[in-house]
Structure formats: structure tokens, C-alpha cells
């Protein structure tokens, strides 16, 4: 399957120029209907045949091995969640936090990356150090100077900082500005110190290829609902084989024991520890499908296509206006304009459909491969009057 043949399977394409795929991706009919099939049987069929429980199970399995095959990982090492920041929240909760613990984040982090932290600084007195990452002035950017640093890590106060932390955060992809982290020296670097990584991979999976086992990291969290295509509500989260054993969830449930029936219980082993409870199957049938559906096209195609797509974008913007890197590290494009919020609804009001960013105050555009190149040239068309 082509990339273009997909596009022609997404209704929300139909009417506007879509370039916002790092906040949500619109999903294709045959996720839809994937997911609207499962609540169908479970509501409809399962409960006098299979039963709603076993039905449900099935789908939740069959995503466990689509998510593991997705990032280079074993069915056991995923565990189902509802999005990134549900993720991320499993995992803070799964230490016994006190004033002797650090965790060590990037200035760069979503806000599913910053709240679970500020609170444990709040409430259990964790010290939380930020690393600050190289941002260019807008007079160097006018200059010329340092168009290519900003959301970039000095690895020497990657080392600074990790010294006695107990968990790092990060983003594998900034949000912010498209860069890729070097997320394996950060997890060697951590893991010399003692420390355990936790990587915010949502913008990753579905544009560009994940192996977790390259990473090395501890837990990786992700959702569906971006470049992976699929609904609300199909998140995920990996575990490393063994770093499950040393972790009590805050939440528990009969999907997170061995046996909820028995009195002394056991914890799942493996990363099925950090489910919980009864949850819908539909998202994460969804999920499956639309990780079927990528891999038919081919990931690598995918990749290929976003960063000739996100080429094209970014040599019409003037130096001093981009503020993602000018090669090709992701379909996130971060640019300048003079009132952001302004810019967006005057696309908005075009049929062109790209976000706000709080900081850096600017705009973002998210290409992928389900994007054209009459699709790049309008929406340079239209951020023309914002360049002059």
C-alpha cells in the first residue's frame, strides 16, 4: 500500500489541510472500523459466547504483541495504558519516593514529562533537576548563528546531573522543536550513574523506526492517538525484562496480580503489573489495526516520505524564522511568526491546521506521510505574509 492510498481513507483529509499529526492523527476507516467492530462483539456477541472478560483479554493480547513488535520488544515487557501521561504516572508511582531521591528531566519536557514530578517535589520533597537545553537568541538566530542548536543536550550536564539520581525523563523527540535526544549515551550515562530512564517516546513510533533494545532504557511510554493513527485511549507503556521486580504500582486491579482470588496475592510478572481494571477493548483494537496498516506500507517508506515532505517545508522558511533543526530529524517543523495564536486561526480559517506552542511561543507544523507536497506548498503559500 502506497502512503497516498491511505490518505484517500481518511475522511478528515477530505476537507483541509491537516498538519498537526504531533497532536493527534486522524485515523483511517479501517482503524475506526476495527475498533467499532470489537465494542460490537463484546457488546453484542461475546456476552453469551465467549463472555465480555475473555473477548476483551483477546484484544488487549493481540495489542500487547502488535505494541511489542512495533518497538523491538517481548509481549511481556507491554503494559496497556491510556496515553503518555497515564504512562508516565505508572511509573512515578511504582517507587517509594523520599527527600534522598532526584529525578533529572530536560527544560524540554511536555507537561506529562514536568506535573507527575512537580508533584512528587511537592509532596515527598524529591529534588527534580532540569536540564537546560541550548535555545539559540533571536539575535544569534538573526545573525545566522546557531540556527541548528536549539533542543540540544551538552552531554557533560547530562553526566553533572545524573550524579545520585534516581530516574531520568526524557523525550526521545522534542515536542518543542522536532530534535532527537541521543537517548542510548543519556541511558548509558544514567545507568553507570545508578540511575533508571524513563523515555517519552509519543512522538516517535509511527514516523520514525523504534528499537527499545538499542535505547536500553527502562520503561519507554507511548500512545497511539499521533502518528500511530489510532483512536484516543490506546496507550502504552514498555517495562525491561526485570526492572518490574523492584517497582509496586500505586494502583492495583485483577489484571495487575496472577490471581485475584487468592488472598496473599502475587503481582503479573512483567510489565502487566502496571494494568490495573476493566477498560474498553476498542482503542487498542484500533491500535492493532493501524499498526498493521503502517507496516504494510513500511515504516521505513514512512520515514522516508516525512523527511523529504518535512524538506520541502523547511527550505521555504527563512533561517531566522526556523526554529527546528534545518536536516532532517522528524516531521515536527517549530517556526517563528509575530503573533503565533493569530497565525494558527488565520490558517485555521484556510483549511490549514497546525498548533500553537507555548514555548517557544511560535507555531508548529507536523508533516507526515499522509501529507502531499500541494499540501507543503499551500501551507507555505499561506506563511508567506508571516516571512516577509
Known amino acids: 500500500m502506497e502512503p ?3 490518505r484517500e481513507t481518511m475522511p478528515a ?3 483541509s489541510v491537516y498538519c498537526n499529526w504531533g497532536a493527534g492523527g486522524p485515523s483511517p476507516r ?8 470489537t465494542l460490537e462483539h463484546h457488546e453484542y456477541e461475546a456476552p453469551t459466547a465467549e463472555g465480555m472478560y475473555p473477548a476483551a483479554f483477546d484484544a488487549y493480547e493481540e495489542a500487547r504483541a502488535a505494541v511489542a513488535d512495533l518497538l523491538g520488544a517481548s509481549p511481556d515487557e507491554i503494559a496497556l495504558t491510556q496515553s503518555t501521561t497515564d504512562g508516565i504516572n505508572r511509573v512515578a508511582g511504582a517507587f517509594d519516593w523520599d527527600g534522598n531521591d532526584v529525578v533529572v528531566r530536560t527544560d524540554l519536557e511536555h507537561s506529562a514529562g514536568i506535573l507527575p514530578w512537580q508533584r512528587l517535589e511537592r509532596n515527598h520533597e524529591v529534588e527534580v ?16 548563528e546557531a540556527v541548528d542548536e536549539d533542543g540540544r543536550l551538552d552531554l557533560e550536564a547530562v553526566k553533572a546531573a545524573a550524579e545520585d539520581a534516581t530516574l531520568f525523563c526524557v523525550s526521545s523527540l522534542t515536542w518543542t522543536h522536532g530534535t532527537r535526544l541521543p537517548i542510548e549515551t543519556i541511558v548509558e550515562i544514567a545507568h553507570d550513574a545508578g540511575a533508571l530512564v524513563l523515555v517519552d517516546a509519543v512522538q516517535s513510533p509511527g514516523q520514525v523506526p523504534v528499537d527499545v533494545r538499542e535505547w536500553g532504557a527502562d520503561f519507554v511510554v507511548g500512545a497511539g492517538h499521533k502518528w500511530l493513527l489510532a483512536p484516543f485511549g490506546a496507550g502504552f507503556l514498555f517495562v525491561r525484562d526485570g526492572v518490574e521486580r523492584d517497582r509496586v504500582p500505586a494502583a492495583i486491579g485483577y489484571r495487575s496480580v496472577e490471581d485475584a482470588n487468592v488472598g496473599d496475592y502475587q503481582y503479573a510478572a512483567g510489565a502487566r503489573r502496571f494494568e490495573v481494571g476493566t477498560a474498553s477493548p476498542a482503542p487498542h483494537a484500533g491500535l492493532t489495526e493501524a499498526i498493521t496498516i503502517l507496516e504494510e506500507i513500511g515504516l521505513e517508506t514512512i520515514h522516508r516520505r516525512i523527511e523529504r515532505l518535512t524538506d520541502r517545508l523547511k527550505e521555504g522558511v527563512p533561517d531566522k524564522r526556523l526554529l527546528s533543526p534545518r536536516a532532517s530529524e522528524s516531521g515536527l517543523v517549530t517556526i517563528a ?15 490549514l491546521v497546525i498548533r500553537h506552542l507555548p514555548n517557544p511561543d511560535a507555531v508548529r507544523a507536523s508533516i507526515h506521510a499522509f501529507n502531499s507536497r500541494a ?6 503559500e499561506a506563511l508567506d505574509e508571516e516571512f516577509r
Do not use: N
Not at 375 to 380: K, M, N, P, R, S
Open 4 to 6: 497516498s492510498e491511505l
Open 13 to 15: 483529509l477530505e476537507s
Open 30 to 37: 479501517r482503524v475506526v472500523e476495527a475498533a467499532e467492530s
Open 129 to 144: 533537576r532540569v536540564l537546560e537545553t541550548s535555545v539559540a537568541s533571536p539575535t544569534q538566530r538573526a545573525d545566522g
Open 337 to 351: 511568526v509575530d503573533d503565533p495564536e493569530r497565525t494558527v486561526e488565520r490558517l485555521a480559517e484556510q483549511g
Open 375 to 380: 499540501d507543503v506548498d499551500a501551507l507555505l
